[in-house]
């Protein structure tokens, strides 16, 4: 049971580019949303996270879109840049009365490629 | 502010035979995670600690233990391994809130 999908394995773009990467989740108790980028024998490295309260958050170059109806998320890289070329997975969790979000569920990551 | 720090960074171990791995948290970190990576499964939620207690827990055989001591470093053991065990094991910590796990760079197992 895959309760977060990227459907996408990989992704090419162009440098100065926009690179949008896409997430569904099916959990609705799902309330708070990550993006996270790995490269090759490093751990994940957090880029941004939504609250499902919201439907925005920008950071910097970043910015995440959230859809609830839709049970949807996205990451806008703009623009991309060639060392942004990494595997980058969206993860959901919700806090079940607890006080932190240690249990992420992550989905299978999209390659990106972002071209000189 | 040092990282979430795994030791050992590679371990190859025999079938059967057991392992315990480590993780130090960021300093003031009290909630730690471990997640197993394999190319078929993905990332997989192990367990949590936080004040060393076990806070959640995934799905995953009893061969899979954990435990976190009082100054928040945490260890994972697995008995009686297999070769479906071959795995990048990481550990991840966070603060209070609504505050994002930050992982380690993982122990890589490999089980022969």
């Known amino acids: 049971d895959q309760q977060v999908k990227q459907n996408s394995p990989s992704l090419s773009v162009q440098e100065g580019r926009i690179s949008i990467l896409n997430c569904d989740y099916t959990n609705s108790m799902f309330d708070y949303f990550l993006w996270y980028k790995k490269y090759p024998a490093e751990g994940p490295t957090f880029l941004i996270s939504?609250?499902?309260?919201?439907d925005k958050n920008e950071d910097g170059r970043f910015t995440v879109f959230l859809n609830k109806s839709a049970k949807h998320l996205s990451l806008h890289i703009v623009p991309s840049q060639p060392g942004d070329s990494a595997v980058y997975f969206c993860a959901a969790t919700f806090n079940a009365g607890g006080t932190s979000y240690g249990k992420l569920t992550f989905g299978q990551g999209t390659i990106l490629t972002v071209h000189p | 502010k040092a990282g979430v720090t795994q030791t050992p960074r590679y371990l190859i171990k025999t079938r059967g035979q057991q392992v315990t791995l480590s993780c130090s948290p960021i300093s003031g970190h009290r909630s730690v995670s471990w997640y197993q990576q394999t190319p078929g499964q993905g990332l997989q939620f192990l367990f949590e600690?936080?004040?060393?207690?076990?806070?959640n827990k995934g799905n995953f055989p009893g061969r899979f233990s954990g435990r976190q001591f009082s100054n928040s470093r945490s260890e994972m053991n697995v008995s009686t391994l297999e070769l479906g065990d071959s795995a990048l094991y990481l550990c991840?910590?966070?603060?209070?809130?609504?505050?994002?796990?930050?992982f380690g760079n993982g122990t890589r197992l490999t089980v022969t």
């Open positions: 600690y936080f004040s060393e207690t076990q806070r």
């Open positions: 991840a910590s966070s603060g209070q809130g609504n505050s994002p796990l930050h």
């Open positions: 939504i609250s499902s309260i919201k």
